[in-house]
Each structure stands twice: as structure tokens, then as C-alpha cells.
């Protein structure tokens, strides 16, 4: 009585007997050809058929040569003809040989796309018939390419992680965010573009790779009047995706923009600070129609943080500069920074042959202010009278608070000693007024001392100097007036 292993043989070998060999080949998840000793095809299974576009009455008879004229590369053509030939077999992998076959693959959104391929080229013993056999690696080469993605947008990160660490420039920072992905995007252009402190307007701050002259131009979006990819970022606070700009109503006033910088497509990525506050857009500009993949998705996303990252730190520094730099209580400037301007005015004066006014000023009578009234009502006074103080002057000049009541004017150019002067009497005027604060009325005068350069000094100490001693004497001559050491 035959065992288990004997019946289960002899099954096997009924199955194989019955099997038609074709509907096996045509089964197969892999392309496969039979060449005969003309390198022209016998057979194609549908799997070549679906990715060739051609009917299989087209391929059979002949070579792939005359399927795909001056599409072949070398490699493959002269492994085809040694193994008809020759009878030596090949494989041509994707690692070294990128470009094989032209065959193609539809994507689940519908989309033809190159397929990748390895191919296996083995003649038959016992006859003259060469198999080709093509083995689908697209899945394979995407991990493969994705992988290889990440570790350049890790590298790249670190690039401007280390930039922002070390303090650079916010211009420098944001143009190499842009600069790498347009390195991982071919074909692609990158802006980053900013809202206004309004919340208002949407201007580009970054765009290394578009014209200059069309920077220069571009007033921005109001985030109020447009419709475009990028306001719409900004209000979904999401990717916003436009896959032709050709063919969406909110770019109909940009066309022919589009067209001159070869625009197809725009993705949109909000750059969200802290709190949860949208700041700006990062934006893509494809040479190609369409939506981003998943990995370019993911890039955008990453990028935009790193620019939000960016511009946080640079806010922080700046806040950081301006108290540093400025009066608390009052947001004048106090006397580092105006030192820095006097510098620079003193170069400026020194080579273009200009004049230029200082004056000190003191208060008379702030100190009976906040013995009777408290030094509440001090703060708010010196608040009041920094800007009327301002208000007085152009916006090239400079007012500092460098004291508890003592403020230093900087006319930044004057024609005559008179211009100087006449300033002085307005400020005179204005800081004699009374401020009113609930019931009460604050009154103060002042006592201002005027140095002119050069005529009164040529450095920024002699100056001062000079601007501090008139300030004396006109207080000795009976305060609430001006004075100038002749």
C-alpha cells in the first residue's frame, strides 16, 4: 500500500502534467520574453504587455531594438546579442545601469511613471532560445531613494540648524532653507514670504533663485483681496496645493507671471510660530503640473519649521537688542545706542562736510513731581514728554533718555545755528505745557545747552561736554530757555 509521501507525489506530478505553461509565464508578477537566435520575441506575457503599451501582435517578430529605436542603452543591447549569439548570459541591475527598458507604471492616483526595473537575460540549454526576465524594483528604489532623501534633508537640516545656532544673519538663514529644497525638488523654485505686523500683507523676505527686479516690484498679498495658494495657506493654516496655476481662478491675475518664471503648480506651507501664531508661507513653485508626493510634503513641512525656528530666534535677539539698546519706560534710545548714532553722524559730518546740532536737556522741577505726586506720576509724566519730544523732530534725528530727566538731542543735519535754535525754543514750548493726569496737572519747564559741530567740538565726548555745560548755565540764568557757549 503506498505511504503519504508517495500519494502526494504522484499528485504533484498529475498537477504539473495538466498545467499549461503559458497561463503559468502570463501569471507571473515579472515581465518575460523569449528571443529566438535573431534577438526578435517569441513570446511576451501580458505583464510586458500592460507596461510596454504595445498589443502583443506588435512585439511578437520583433527585436527590442526596433520597438524602441535609439531608446536602448549600450549595455543592455550588447547583453541581449551575447546571449543570443553567444550564449552567455547577464543581469543587469538598477545599482549600475539606471536607464533599461522604457517601461512604464500607473500610480494609484492614475499617473503613468517610470517603472524601475532589474533584468535577468539567461539562455536556455537545449535549445536557441534566450529568456528575458524583468523583475519590478520601482517600491525597492523608492525606499532605497527615500532613504537616501532623508539623510541629505537630515544633513541639510543640521546646515541651517548650525547657521541659526551661531547667530547668522536671518537673510542668510532663510535663503539656504530655500536653497535646499530647491536641491531636493528639482525644477522648483522656493520663496518664503512673511505677514506684516497687521496681519494684513503677504510679502516675499526670501527668494534667492527669482529675479531681482521682479522682488523689487512684487507689493505683496492682501491676505483681504486674494484667493491665491498661498493667502489660502495662511487662512486653512494647512498645506494649501494648487496643481495648475493655469487652470485656478485665484491665479488669473499672476499668469502672466507664471509664465515668465515657467510656473506650473504651487504649494503652499504655513511657517507657525510660537503660540501657535502663522508668521508667513513657505511657498514651491514646480516647473511641473501637479500635487507634492508624500516625502515632498513632509520636506515642506520640515522646512517651514525650520523657518519658523529661524524667525523666532531672530525675534528674540532683536527684542533682546532693543532692550539693550532702548529707555524701558520710556523706548527712547538710551546712551549706548546713542553713542552709536553719534559715531556714525560724526563720521558722516566729517566726510560730506556737514553741520550738525546737539543739545542737552534737564528738567526743572521733576524732582517736587514725584516727591508731591509719587514716582507714578514721574513714569507717566517722562512717557508724555519723550514723545512730545519727538514729535518736535524728523525722523532722521535722534532722541535718547540718558538719565532720570535728562534727554540728549541729535539733529542729524542743520544749515545755521538758527535752525538749531528755533528747534529749541519749540521744545521749550512743548515741555512747558502742562500734562494732565486724571485730576491733576503736571507741569515741568526745561533748561536746554546747544553744541554745534563743529564749531563747538569735533568728537562725540567734546560735544556732549560742551551741550551739558550751556545746559548749566541756562539753568543758571534763570532755567525754562536755551543757551550756546559763544
Same mark, same amino acid.
Not at 374 to 383: K, N, Q
Given at each position: 500500500? @503506498?505511504?503519504?509521501?508517495?500519494?502526494?507525489?504522484?499528485?504533484?506530478?498529475?498537477?504539473?502534467?495538466?498545467?499549461? !505553461?503559458?497561463?503559468?509565464?502570463?501569471?507571473?508578477?515579472?515581465?518575460?520574453?523569449?528571443?529566438? *537566435?535573431? !534577438?526578435?520575441?517569441?513570446?511576451?506575457?501580458?505583464?510586458?504587455?500592460? /507596461?510596454?503599451?504595445?498589443?502583443?501582435?506588435?512585439?511578437?517578430?520583433?527585436?527590442?531594438?526596433?520597438?524602441?529605436?535609439?531608446?536602448?542603452? =549600450?549595455?543592455?543591447?550588447?547583453?541581449?546579442? &551575447?546571449?543570443?549569439?553567444?550564449?552567455?548570459?547577464?543581469?543587469?541591475?538598477?545599482?549600475?545601469?539606471?536607464?533599461?527598458?522604457?517601461?512604464?507604471?500607473?500610480?494609484?492616483?492614475? %499617473?503613468?511613471? @517610470?517603472?524601475?526595473?532589474?533584468?535577468?537575460?539567461? @539562455?536556455?540549454?537545449?535549445?536557441?532560445?534566450?529568456?528575458?526576465? !524583468?523583475?519590478?524594483?520601482?517600491?525597492?528604489?523608492?525606499?532605497?531613494?527615500?532613504?537616501?532623501?532623508?539623510?541629505?534633508?537630515?544633513?541639510? %537640516?543640521?546646515?541651517?540648524?548650525?547657521?541659526? *545656532?551661531?547667530?547668522?544673519?536671518?537673510?542668510?538663514? #532663510?535663503?539656504?532653507?530655500?536653497?535646499?529644497?530647491?536641491?531636493?525638488?528639482?525644477?522648483?523654485?522656493?520663496?518664503?514670504?512673511?505677514?506684516?505686523?497687521?496681519? %494684513?500683507?503677504?510679502?516675499?523676505?526670501?527668494?534667492?533663485?527669482? @529675479?531681482?527686479? #521682479?522682488?523689487?516690484?512684487?507689493?505683496?498679498?492682501?491676505?483681504?483681496?486674494?484667493?491665491?495658494?498661498?493667502?489660502?495657506?495662511?487662512?486653512?493654516?494647512?498645506? +494649501?496645493?494648487?496643481?495648475?496655476?493655469?487652470?485656478? $481662478?485665484?491665479?488669473?491675475?499672476?499668469?502672466?507671471?507664471?509664465?515668465?518664471?515657467?510656473?506650473?503648480? !504651487?504649494?503652499?506651507?504655513?511657517?507657525?510660530?510660537?503660540?501657535?501664531?502663522?508668521?508667513?508661507?513657505?511657498?514651491?513653485?514646480?516647473?511641473?503640473?501637479?500635487?507634492?508626493?508624500?516625502?515632498?510634503?513632509?520636506?515642506?513641512?520640515?522646512?517651514?519649521? #525650520?523657518?519658523?525656528?529661524?524667525?523666532?530666534?531672530?525675534?528674540?535677539?532683536?527684542?533682546?537688542?532693543?532692550?539693550?539698546?532702548?529707555?524701558?519706560?520710556?523706548?527712547?534710545?538710551?546712551?549706548?545706542?546713542?553713542?552709536? /548714532?553719534?559715531?556714525?553722524?560724526?563720521?558722516? +559730518? /566729517?566726510?560730506?562736510?556737514?553741520?550738525?546740532?546737539?543739545?542737552?536737556?534737564?528738567?526743572?522741577?521733576?524732582?517736587?513731581?514725584?516727591?508731591? /505726586?509719587?514716582?507714578?506720576?514721574?513714569?507717566?509724566? =517722562?512717557?508724555?514728554?519723550?514723545?512730545?519730544?519727538?514729535?518736535?523732530?524728523?525722523? &532722521?534725528? &535722534?532722541?535718547?533718555?540718558?538719565?532720570?530727566?535728562?534727554?540728549?538731542?541729535?539733529?542729524?543735519?542743520?544749515?545755521?545755528?538758527?535752525? *538749531?535754535?528755533?528747534?529749541?525754543?519749540?521744545?521749550? &514750548?512743548?515741555?512747558?505745557?502742562?500734562?494732565?493726569?486724571?485730576?491733576?496737572?503736571?507741569?515741568?519747564?526745561?533748561?536746554?545747552?546747544?553744541?554745534?559741530?563743529? $564749531?563747538?567740538?569735533?568728537?562725540?565726548?567734546?560735544? =556732549?561736554?560742551?551741550?551739558?555745560? +550751556?545746559?548749566?548755565?541756562?539753568?543758571?540764568?534763570?532755567?525754562?530757555?536755551?543757551?550756546?557757549?559763544?
Amino acid at each position: 500500500m @503506498p505511504n503519504s509521501s508517495e500519494l502526494s507525489g504522484a499528485c504533484l506530478s498529475d498537477i504539473l502534467d495538466n498545467l499549461d !505553461c503559458t497561463d503559468l509565464l502570463h501569471s507571473l508578477d515579472g515581465g518575460v520574453l523569449l528571443l529566438d *537566435a535573431r !534577438c526578435r520575441i517569441i513570446f511576451c506575457n501580458r505583464w510586458f504587455i500592460r /507596461h510596454t503599451g504595445f498589443k502583443e501582435a506588435a512585439l511578437l517578430g520583433r527585436t527590442l531594438a526596433e520597438l524602441y529605436p535609439n531608446q536602448l542603452p =549600450l549595455p543592455l543591447q550588447d547583453a541581449i546579442e &551575447t546571449a543570443c549569439h553567444q550564449r552567455m548570459g547577464r543581469i543587469l541591475s538598477y545599482q549600475l545601469h539606471k536607464r533599461l527598458l522604457p517601461l512604464q507604471r500607473r500610480s494609484p492616483s492614475g %499617473e503613468l511613471r @517610470p517603472l524601475h526595473q532589474s533584468i535577468l537575460i539567461k @539562455p536556455l540549454s537545449q535549445s536557441d532560445l534566450t529568456l528575458i526576465q !524583468c523583475l519590478d524594483i520601482t517600491n525597492a528604489v523608492k525606499r532605497e531613494q527615500h532613504l537616501r532623501a532623508g539623510e541629505r534633508i537630515l544633513k541639510l %537640516e543640521r546646515k541651517v540648524l548650525e547657521l541659526i *545656532a551661531q547667530g547668522d544673519a536671518l537673510d542668510n538663514v #532663510l535663503n539656504e532653507i530655500c536653497a535646499t529644497v530647491e536641491q531636493l525638488i528639482p525644477d522648483a523654485t522656493t520663496a518664503i514670504m512673511l505677514l506684516d505686523e497687521e496681519q %494684513e500683507l503677504l510679502s516675499i523676505k526670501s527668494a534667492p533663485s527669482l @529675479p531681482q527686479a #521682479l522682488l523689487d516690484s512684487e507689493r505683496g498679498l492682501d491676505l483681504g483681496n486674494s484667493a491665491t495658494t498661498c493667502i489660502r495657506a495662511v487662512q486653512m493654516r494647512a498645506l +494649501a496645493i494648487t496643481p495648475d496655476v493655469h487652470r485656478d $481662478d485665484g491665479w488669473q491675475d499672476r499668469l502672466a507671471l507664471a509664465t515668465q518664471l515657467n510656473i506650473a503648480a !504651487c504649494w503652499a506651507q504655513p511657517i507657525v510660530a510660537a503660540f501657535d501664531e502663522v508668521v508667513g508661507v513657505f511657498s514651491c513653485y514646480p516647473q511641473r503640473a501637479g500635487s507634492p508626493s508624500e516625502h515632498e510634503r513632509q520636506l515642506l513641512q520640515r522646512m517651514a519649521h #525650520l523657518a519658523a525656528i529661524a524667525l523666532e530666534r531672530h525675534r528674540r535677539v532683536e527684542r533682546i537688542r532693543f532692550l539693550a539698546m532702548h529707555d524701558p519706560l520710556t523706548g527712547l534710545p538710551n546712551r549706548s545706542l546713542l553713542n552709536e /548714532h553719534l559715531g556714525r553722524n560724526l563720521r558722516r +559730518a /566729517h566726510r560730506e562736510g556737514n553741520q550738525f546740532a546737539l543739545m542737552f536737556i534737564d528738567l526743572d522741577g521733576f524732582k517736587q513731581i514725584n516727591d508731591f /505726586h509719587g514716582h507714578d506720576a514721574g513714569d507717566d509724566l =517722562l512717557s508724555v514728554l519723550a514723545g512730545r519730544i519727538t514729535g518736535q523732530l524728523r525722523g &532722521t534725528d &535722534t532722541c535718547a533718555r540718558i538719565g532720570g530727566d535728562e534727554f540728549v538731542v541729535m539733529l542729524e543735519t542743520v544749515h545755521s545755528a538758527d535752525a *538749531a535754535e528755533l528747534v529749541a525754543d519749540k521744545l521749550l &514750548t512743548c515741555l512747558s505745557t502742562p500734562v494732565q493726569r486724571g485730576q491733576q496737572q503736571l507741569r515741568v519747564s526745561a533748561s536746554i545747552g546747544i553744541a554745534l559741530y563743529p $564749531d563747538d567740538g569735533s568728537s562725540a565726548d567734546a560735544l =556732549l561736554t560742551r551741550a551739558d555745560d +550751556a545746559m548749566y548755565q541756562a539753568k543758571a540764568e534763570g532755567k525754562n530757555r536755551w543757551y550756546r557757549i559763544r
